[in-house]
């Protein structure tokens, strides 16, 4: 009776893992309909092994599903990180480098995968990550719906490598959302864990839908 009542159990957690799973690959198709995002970011990084030593950053981003990501860091020190699936632009002080993919596939691998995240590129996350989702609030009193998604790099994926866990909270609302002036879906906070245990934690704020690219961000984004 044990293994019946165990086994039944077993089945009813399966589904509702299935089901937050496709509340994720829904999420992604719905955050990939954004085709360009702006918004607020605080970024906290630090080692596992040592909490207490964290350097804080904060600026703003601009998401451009077509093009990448930009950073544009304002504190501590003003500084603008382009993360494109080809090449990796950082900004410093009026010195710029620019590293070509071939050169540091690595470090390229990276920007890609944070990328393909923020874009919703369901396709890529799934084809190097192990998925779980957990819902941490639903049914909120403004339509929103909060979910946690873990993503562990599968044993061949050439991620695994470099690359422990990624971690995001996102928000989806309700079919009301856009009448009440809200953005449908968003990730609230992105985390990710590399295999030395150095973490890189943001959080992400008053974001933004447009249709278009400004000149800086087209500056880059064309280089």
Known sequence: M???AAFITGLFLCSAL????????DFCK???ESKIVRGDFELVQYNEKNKD??????????????DGIIWFTKKPVAA????????????????????DGKENPTFLSIAKITSSVFAGDYAEIEKNFDIEVFVINKFLEDGREEYD???????DSAIVTFIKKVNLTICVYDDNAEAKGYKTC???????TDSGGGVSQYTLNNQIETDTLNTDEQKYFRE
């Open 2 to 4: 044990k293994k019946i």
């Open 186 to 192: 968003y990730i609230s906070e992105f985390s990710m």
């Open 149 to 155: 998604v873990e993503l562990t790099p599968k044993k």
């Open 18 to 25: 299935f089901a937050q799973t496709n509340e994720f690959k």
């Open 80 to 99: 603008t990180q382009v993360m494109m699936s080809t090449k990796i632009i950082q900004e410093v002080r009026g010195r710029k480098k620019i590293i």
């Open 30 to 32: 719905r955050n990939a």
């Open 53 to 66: 030593a964290k350097r804080k950053s904060e600026g703003t981003f601009t998401l451009s599903v077509k």
